[in-house]
């Protein structure tokens, strides 16, 4: 029946048997793969080639076992069914002999002389474990002298004899003898296979009456069951004795190869003076061998490149330090020349100005590898303090107001109207939001740059978007490598060393946080900080999304930008988008961020 909606007028019909199979198929999956045993089953090879094998010595031994069963039953039914039916026709011909020669004139006298064979019959019959003979007048005699129906027979009933079996015995009018299979039933209730042989046989005076003979096979039951019950045991014996033999044999075979699997992953996860134990000269050794041989040279090879790695380090920072010296003698000359450019002619002043940026530029780049030669000699030494996010962005926008203003970029700070607090580095943080913001300004196309703050009460995020050229899923997967430009003929404004990414990258992680990129060619970039907010806390979320699908946010109508006071009225219930401070013909956004951007870490 269908089932309703409590409260509505809904009907919903139930799901077709198909799909509820599916459903239960796909909740016993589930649980199937996080069961202990199952998983075990499935990653330990050596125990899954013993179950398959032994399961598979346990269907054969079964067969067997069923296939000697019933061979062993037959075999002894029909040998027990040879013997009955060859006593049987002793006991019918001497029965049929004894009345053929009786001199009967009465009924009386056939009454006794059958009563007389029938119990000479019992008694002879007892040597093939005959357990009862019957002697029943035929139906088809009709005649009108008769005698009882006689019985000597243990203690069970006579409805042995069936129906059908007495039709069979009718039909052959004494010229063949029948059986048939029956279970003998004692008072007690305990039941015994048996055999019932019937034959029709001439009685003189009275005529035509048939005589059955009911032989137990108890014994034979007995005989076979033992015989049974010997081959189950060894056939118990047997299965153990292959599971035994097959887990030695898998585990001689395959413990090398689980070996060798368990050093590949201490390999794979650095180990790499790891080997394993060589035995025999089989292929398994070999194997063994290869595998030493490959780890000795994969351990060779990264003890050269780290080598390398330590020369090409030194080099770069001794060659830093060294440039130094003439670097600080050029500038203080460069700079000498720079305040007099206004005395030259014009060629003289605008090489004067050249050579300032240049040299400017190759300053940056010396801090910039002196950096990089920190991180990669892990000597980096970050003091982490409490700071306001969102007083370093206001910061950072209002250094930036210069280029900014000279590229007509709006930039617009979203976020909440209360400090964002976290414990970090603030000249390291500091440093990747103005790389941030700068490549935004660069990149924007005159379009606004759009500074974004969230907080959960894990983390902290600040996502610098922009809506100018954008880039492509391959630039974005490559934009924090050294010295990578994803244009390297495009003309840059605020020069660079290509290192600048890769500096904040390094940054971000030594915050326990991560640096994020995205974007689409043409529909621009955005670029996503996420630090926690406590100092080694793990991160569990993103405070903010990293790209949203959208427009292009409109132009304002005052461009340039410069940092904002934080409002002193705050409501925790309503995030607001609003103009919070306007000085002398400028004025800078402060917006906030919707609650809804937040997105857990594997949503990204």
Known sequence: MPRSLRGQGVQYPQDPPLKRRSKRWSRFRKWLTHNWLYRQFA?????????????????????IFAIVSVNLKNDVFQQRVSQIEQDAAV????????????????????????????????????????????????????????????????DFSPDVITPELRTEVQKSAGKKQFWQSVTLADSNGGTSPGIVVGKTLNLPLVHQYEMYVVYSLAGEQATVSSLLRSVLAGS??????????????????????????????????????????????????????????????????????????????????????????????????????????????????????????????????????????????????????FIDLVELCEQVISDAEPISKRLKVPVILRGPQLPVRAEADEKRIERIIRNLVLNAVEHAEGNPVIVSIGETDNAVSVRVRDYGVGMTPEVAAQVFNRFYRADPARARTTGGTGLGLSIAKEDARLHGGFLEAQGEPGMGSAFMLTIPRLHGNQLQERALTLWEEGPIVPKMAAWSARPAAVPTQFNAENWTETAVRASTNEALRVETEPVENRKELGDA
Do not use: C
């Open 91 to 154: 006991r019918f011909s001497i029965a049929q002999s004894t009345f053929s020669q009786a001199a009967v004139s009465t009924v009386d006298q056939a009454q006794q002389v059958a009563g007389s064979v029938i119990s000479e019959a019992r008694t002879s019959a007892q040597g093939a474990r005959g357990v009862g003979v019957i002697l029943l007048r035929a139906p088809s005699d009709q005649g009108p002298l008769a005698i009882n129906e006689v019985m000597v027979m243990d």
């Open 43 to 63: 990653q330990n090879l050596a125990l899954r080639t013993s179950a398959l094998l032994s399961l598979l010595g346990v269907v054969v031994v079964a067969m």
């Open 236 to 385: 118990i014996g047997l299965l153990i004795f292959l599971g035994v033999l097959i887990w030695m044999v898998t585990y001689r075979l395959l413990g090398p190869v689980q070996r060798t699997a368990l050093a590949a992953k201490r390999l794979a996860e650095g180990e790499f003076d790891v080997r394993v134990e060589v035995q025999g000269e089989d292929e398994l050794a070999v194997l063994g061998s290869s595998f030493n041989e490959m780890a000795q040279s994969l351990q060779t090879t990264i003890d050269e490149y780290d080598e390398l790695a330590k020369l090409q380090q030194r080099f770069v920072s001794d060659v830093s330090h060294e440039l130094r010296t003439p670097l600080t003698t050029i500038k203080m000359a460069g700079d000498m020349i720079y305040d007099s450019r206004e005395d030259f002619d014009l060629p003289a002043k605008r090489s004067a100005e050249l050579l300032h940026d240049q040299v400017e530029r190759f300053e940056t780049m010396l801090a910039d590898l002196l950096e990089i030669s920190r991180y990669d000699a892990q000597a980096q030494l970050p003091e982490f303090e």
